[in-house]
């Protein structure tokens, strides 16, 4: 087993754990931010060892830097104290969610030696800053661009509505 297949084992498996973690855990919001934030770092590992070394940066810093302290924000705003539902079918729910999910997991994994295709190497610059700048640039511009004025009408709606607020 060599070093980089063992270091893809462990971000996986930390990537699993982090995200069951998070999707359990309905009691604690920030506590499920906070695995939210390991599995992205953890994907964030896989993208370094595939030597995607913008991507991987690009997953540290955008969603687990920019994504992460919105959702804990928002979550701070709201300030829920009461929970939705009571303790015994929080229960239930999470049995049942992890039973569905290992069947799902049994039968995917049943059915994946059969699927996967043959490994190809990866091509000369993945995950590099020209290859990323020149499909973003070029192909991508058009919904780039529309992302980009979405966002904008997002701030400026919710300085709008804190303004409201204020006055």
Same mark, same amino acid.
Not at 37 to 51: E, H, I, P, R
Not at 67 to 87: E, G, H, K, T, W
């Given at each position: ?137 070029? /192909? ?23 303004? /409201? /607020?204020?006055?």
């Amino acid at each position: 087993m060599t070093t980089s297949l063992l270091f893809f084992y462990f971000f996986a498996a930390v990537a699993l754990i982090s995200a069951l973690g998070m999707v359990l855990n309905t009691r604690n919001t920030v506590a499920a931010a906070m695995c939210l934030v390991a599995t992205m770092l953890s994907l964030a590992g896989v993208y370094l060892l595939l030597d995607a070394y913008l991507i991987a940066a690009i997953q540290v810093l955008v969603y687990a830097g920019a994504i992460v302290v919105l959702f804990v924000f928002v979550v701070m705003l709201l300030n829920l104290r009461s929970d939705a539902f009571p303790p015994s079918r929080q229960v239930l729910s999470k049995a049942l969610a992890v039973v569905l999910g290992g069947y799902v997991m049994w039968r995917f994994l049943k059915l994946l030696p059969g699927m996967l295709p043959p490994e190809k190497p990866i091509p000369a610059g993945f995950g590099g800053y020209e290859a990323v700048a020149i499909e973003l640039f070029t /192909r991508w511009v058009l919904p780039f661009e529309v992302t980009s004025f979405l966002l904008l009408a997002a701030i400026v709606g919710a300085v709008v509505l804190a303004k /409201r /607020r204020l006055d």
